[in-house]
C-alpha cells in the first residue's frame, strides 16, 4: 500500500471557503494563515455556517502577500497576512473556550456585516498568542489558531470515494473542509490510523474522528442544505447518534508539506469516535 498527501486546503477565515495548494508551510500551530481571522458577533461569539449558511459564498485566496476575501455583489476585500495595527484587543468565544484576539478596523467589519446580511466583527490572532489543544488530546505545547479545537483535519480520498457510491451525484472534497487528504489507501483505512509520518520529517498523530455537524451537507458553492445529503451521511458514517468523516490530528514538527510527500503508516489502533466538528 502506497499512500500519499494528494491533497492541501487551507481556510483563512474560520468557515469561509478556502482555497487548494500545491505546497504550503506547516507551522507550530497548524498550515500557516489557516483560521488566523474570525467572524464575530455582538457578544464576541464566533460564527460559522452553522448558524449563517450565507458565509459558505464567500471564498478566500492569497495573492501577493495579500488575503483577498470575495463575496456575491460585492467588490473585492483586501487583507494584509501579518497587520501591524489593530482597534482593540478583544477577548472572542469558540465553544466556551475564551480566546485573545485583535479586533482589526471597522471598514473590515462594514464589508463583511453587509456580505453576510448581519452585524459582525472581523477579528485576527496574533501569531504571539496560540491557544492550546484539549489537554484530553494533546500534551503540553500542542496549539492551534481560531479552529473548532485541532491544528488539522485529515481526509482519504478512498472514503469520500466510497460514500460517493451512495450520493446521486458526487460530494466534493471541499465539502468536508480537510486540510490533509491523502490518497493510496482502502476506504475508511484512516479510522485505525494512529501515527502517521508525513515525507522524511513530520510526524501526525490522529487524535480521534472528526464528528460532523451540518456543514458538508451545506452546498459550499451557494449554502443551501442538501437533506438527502445529510441523510446518506446519518446512514454510512454515524455512530451513537453521531456521523463521523475524518481524523482530527496533531502534528510535532514543522516545515513545507507538497502534494505527492510519501506517507507511513507508524502506529494503528482502534477508532475512538467522539464529539466536535472541524471548521
Not at 37 to 60: C, E, G, Y
Not at 180 to 209: C, M, S
Request: charged share 15%; glycine share 6%.
Amino acid at each position: 500500500m502506497t499512500v500519499t498527501l494528494s491533497g492541501l486546503y487551507v481556510y483563512p477565515i474560520k468557515s469561509l471557503g478556502g482555497f487548494a495548494t500545491a505546497e504550503w508551510p506547516l507551522l507550530k500551530q497548524g498550515l500557516a494563515f489557516d483560521r488566523q481571522w474570525m467572524l464575530v458577533d455582538a457578544d464576541n461569539h464566533f460564527l460559522s455556517q452553522r448558524r449563517l449558511a450565507i458565509m459558505a459564498r464567500l471564498q478566500t485566496r492569497i495573492d501577493h502577500n495579500q488575503l483577498i476575501v470575495t463575496a456575491p455583489g460585492q467588490t473585492d476585500l483586501t487583507l494584509p497576512l501579518a497587520p501591524d495595527h489593530y482597534q482593540q484587543s478583544l477577548q472572542t468565544v469558540i465553544w466556551g473556550q475564551t480566546v485573545n484576539t485583535w479586533h482589526l478596523a471597522p471598514e473590515y467589519d462594514h464589508w463583511f456585516s453587509q456580505a453576510l446580511q448581519t452585524d459582525c466583527k472581523l477579528v485576527y490572532q496574533p501569531d504571539n498568542q496560540p491557544r492550546p489543544v484539549t489537554a484530553q488530546y494533546a500534551k503540553p505545547g500542542d496549539v492551534t489558531t481560531l479552529t473548532d479545537g485541532f491544528p488539522l483535519l485529515l481526509v482519504s480520498e478512498a472514503s469520500l470515494n466510497q460514500l460517493n457510491r451512495h450520493f446521486p451525484s458526487p460530494a466534493t472534497m471541499p465539502r468536508f473542509r480537510p486540510n490533509l487528504v491523502v490518497k493510496g489507501n482502502p476506504a475508511f483505512a484512516e479510522d485505525r490510523w494512529r501515527t502517521l509520518q508525513i515525507g522524511d520529517f513530520v510526524q501526525l498523530h490522529l487524535v480521534k474522528p472528526c464528528s460532523r455537524c451540518v456543514i458538508p451537507a451545506l452546498d459550499p458553492d451557494t449554502g443551501q442544505y442538501d437533506s438527502q445529503f445529510a441523510l446518506t451521511l446519518k446512514k454510512y458514517r454515524s455512530w451513537q447518534g453521531q456521523i463521523y468523516f475524518g481524523q482530527n490530528a496533531i502534528h510535532q514538527q514543522t516545515g513545507v508539506l507538497q502534494i505527492g510527500d510519501a506517507i507511513t503508516i507508524l502506529a494503528t489502533g482502534s477508532s475512538r469516535p467522539d464529539i466536535r466538528c472541524h471548521d
